[in-house]
């Protein structure tokens, strides 16, 4: 509903208008729309047999855009940084905050203004963790940012944000949670560089 809406009031295609205002001024060169040529999915509608299956054209502004993970990474860290997204997107410092602002009741929340989940982990610090997903029952990727980095400060990032991102080709969310809590911790060897056990970051996964 919403990408209609930017439609009708900029007389212009959601598509054009993501890549004018946004792919443009972060030098993002790879992304479109659809499934890329030659990718493979894998879902439970085509029994796990590769496909290009996609969602419906309708949806687009919910989940119909590919992009390479070095784009996806850059995308992610120009959000974490109110400087980067002020100079390069215009946002202001009162509009980057409201993207941002972390409820003070996490129970039953929805999605923040900025589309992201918030949640409370205790390998986040201040507890404060922001999360997204998306699939196109074929495809799957997550994401978990925490702006104000990890709650060890002994890490070699020290304070600065923190964010793991992951896609697979599996349509099915298993996959993509297992991957992204083994790139935060690998497997207890990066976790205890943290002094955070991976069975703790476990208990804080989504069912």
């Known amino acids: 509903m919403a990408g209609y809406m930017l439609e009708c009031v900029m007389e212009s295609t959601y598509e054009e208008l993501l890549v004018k205002y946004l792919f443009e001024p972060l030098g993002i060169t790879n992304a479109g729309f659809g499934m890329p040529k030659n990718m493979y999915g894998h879902g439970a509608q085509n029994n796990f047999e ?3 299956v996609d969602n419906p054209i309708a949806i687009t502004p919910a989940g119909r855009m590919h992009l390479p993970i070095e784009e996806w990474g850059r995308f992610i860290a120009v959000t974490l940084s109110f400087k980067l997204c002020n100079e390069l997107l215009g946002i202001t410092e009162s509009t980057y905050n ?4 972390f409820p003070t009741n996490t129970n039953n929340v929805n999605y923040c203004y900025g589309a992201w989940l918030p ?3 205790e390998w986040a610090y201040n507890g404060k963790a922001f999360t997204h997903d998306g699939s196109n029952m074929s495809n799957y990727s997550s994401a978990w940012l925490a702006p104000l980095g990890l709650a060890n400060r002994e890490t070699l990032i020290h304070d600065s944000s923190f964010a793991a991102i992951v896609c697979t080709n599996h349509g099915l969310g298993e996959a993509a949670s297992s991957i ?9 060897k990066i976790a205890h560089s943290l002094g955070i056990e991976f069975d703790q970051l476990k208990q804080g996964e989504r069912t």
């Open 119 to 121: 949640c409370r982990r």
């Open 98 to 101: 409201t993207l941002y602002q």
């Open 50 to 52: 590769p496909n290009q």
């Open 180 to 188: 992204i809590w083994d790139s935060i911790c690998n497997v207890n």
